[in-house]
């Protein structure tokens, strides 16, 4: 079956522009995650979804992230006037709960460049 | 909080030998230990994991792994290399009512020489 798909897989953009990126989940999957890979650095968490609710957002580093994931399938992490700093891999993993210990499928990343 | 620290950045083995990757980690509450192996533009893949009971654990592609609670280590072994093993292997850790969110270590990027 599909795994988790990610778009776009390349985004560059400005200093100060708005991006969204998106996360496809596998289907059937309640749990979703959000990680920022920074090069040389394992993946960092930044929020997790459980349904239609973000469980965990303690990860997302300032207010200029958000992430959205309205029907509880698809999410959008939002990400404001981007800063050279938010350079970066972000993975998105699913699973099929966050309650008890599920594998956590992950995508193949969005490389995020900001110029 | 949890943490994770992976000794070596880069290890070289040759094909046949042993592999051993280093894991130790830090956590105030009985840890989940993962291991994930990422192949160039793909996404992360789980090798293996420890949750509860037997504390040597098989994975995927001959790799295994012993949770040592007295050490707090979780190191990665295979017997003998083979060339479609290199790749950067992360060691995580998680625990229960935190959604099960991971805490990766910095990576061990494996090569494999003729």
């Known amino acids: 079956g599909a795994g988790v798909s990610q778009t776009p897989s390349n985004k560059v ?13 596998i289907s059937g999957h309640t749990a979703l995650y959000w990680y920022r890979q920074s ?3 394992g993946p960092e968490f930044l929020i997790y979804f459980q349904g239609t609710g973000a469980a ?38 699913s699973s099929v709960s966050g309650t ?10 969005t490389r995020l460049t900001v110029t | 909080a949890q943490s994770v620290t992976q000794l070596g950045s880069h290890v070289s083995v040759s094909e046949g030998a042993l592999v051993l990757l280093r894991c130790n980690y830090s956590s105030s509450v009985p840890p989940y230990l ?16 420890y949750t509860t009971g037997a504390t040597l654990v098989k994975g995927i592609n001959g790799f295994e792994a012993e949770f040592k609670k007295s050490e707090t280590s979780f190191h990665l072994t ?3 290399a083979h060339m479609s093993d290199a790749a950067e292997y992360f060691c995580a850790v998680s625990s229960t009512g935190g959604g099960n969110k991971l805490t990766f270590g ?9």
């Not at chain 2, 291991?35 to 789980?46: E, F, I, K, M, S």
């Open chain 1, 39 to 41: 090069l040389g650095q």
């Open chain 2, 106 to 114: 910095t990576g061990t990027q494996l090569k494999v020489e003729l």
């Open chain 1, 100 to 109: 008890g210990i599920y594998e956590q499928y992950f995508g193949p990343g």
């Open chain 1, 13 to 25: 953009t400005e200093k100060g522009k708005y991006v969204e990126l998106r996360c496809d989940p």
């Open chain 2, 78 to 80: 295979k017997p003998s």
């Open chain 2, 34 to 49: 993962f291991w994930y192996v990422q192949y160039p533009n793909q996404g992360l893949q789980l090798l293996l994991k």
């Open chain 1, 56 to 93: 965990d957002d303690s990860g997302l580093p300032n207010d200029r992230f958000f992430a959205v994931r309205p029907e509880g399938s698809v999410s959008t992490l939002k990400i404001q006037r981007t800063e050279r700093g938010d350079s970066a891999v972000y993975l998105c993993a």
